[in-house]
């Protein structure tokens, strides 16, 4: 079945470190891949999404682009603030039978003054 | 109401004992679903509803799970006969799906469980 693997943390950068969050998926057909972030004591809530091959989603400073050859969408931010401290998700939805969605377990972020 | 809404925020109970979970989704949204979180994982799909079509229930852990829309609207999940491994932050989650596709899925703030 569709699965998404997403780097273990927790990671640990100082302020204005450059950030890589590994995410790969395997899954049928052209999902749509999504990264979704948990601020602290919040609610989850979507980040930037993709929904076809090469297209790149962006926020907040944040970019992934979803790269069908190797089945991956990492999550890169060129400089983290220490407000970006929380834990990122991704996740696909998946294309066959109904709209669920699969996520990642999870990658906590810590970024240091 | 402005966001997806969960209630209880907090529930400790018994091993053995019935518990259920409310969520209120975004007015509109037509497709609901629930997640649980346990420590150290990442989220896992429990049920998913979609307008007036059959639930897709495959991810339900046991037959002690369930849930339920009234009206399309409000959700509860009930969880029979508690189990210490049942502990877990339970989440909701709507979407609106007009006429094409959106992808968007709203958070609520999850329910706490903690089952002794």
């Known amino acids: 079945g569709d699965s998404v693997t997403q780097m273990e943390g927790p990671v640990t950068l100082s302020e204005e470190a450059f950030l890589t969050i590994n995410c790969t998926y395997t899954a049928t057909g052209y999902p749509s891949l999504f990264w979704y972030v948990q601020y602290p004591g919040e609610g989850l809530q979507l980040l930037l999404k993709?929904?076809?091959?090469?297209d790149k989603g962006s926020n907040k400073g944040f970019e992934a682009t979803y790269r069908k050859e190797t089945t991956s969408f990492h999550l890169e931010k060129g400089s983290v603030q220490v407000s970006d401290s929380a834990v990122y998700f991704c996740a696909l939805r998946s294309t066959s039978g109904t709209y669920k969605y699969i996520f990642g377990t999870g990658t906590r972020l810590k970024v240091l003054a | 109401g402005a966001g997806v809404s969960q209630s209880p925020s907090n529930k400790v109970t018994e091993k053995g004992k019935d518990v259920e979970l409310r969520c209120d989704p975004i007015s509109g949204h037509t497709a609901l679903y629930w997640y649980r979180q346990s420590l150290g994982q990442g989220l896992e799909f429990l049920i998913y509803?979609?307008?007036?079509?059959?639930?897709?229930k495959s991810g339900l852990p046991s037959d002690r799970f369930s849930a339920e829309r009234t009206g399309g609207s409000v959700s509860t999940l009930t969880i029979q006969r508690t189990q210490q491994e049942d502990s877990a932050v339970y989440l909701c989650?709507?979407?609106?799906?007009?006429?094409?596709?959106?992808?968007?899925?709203?958070f609520g703030p999850g329910t706490r469980l903690l089952v002794l």
């Open positions: 509803f979609q307008g007036n079509s059959a639930p897709d």
């Open positions: 989650a709507s979407r609106y799906l007009p006429h094409g596709k959106e992808e968007t899925q709203y």
């Open positions: 993709a929904t076809k091959a090469d």
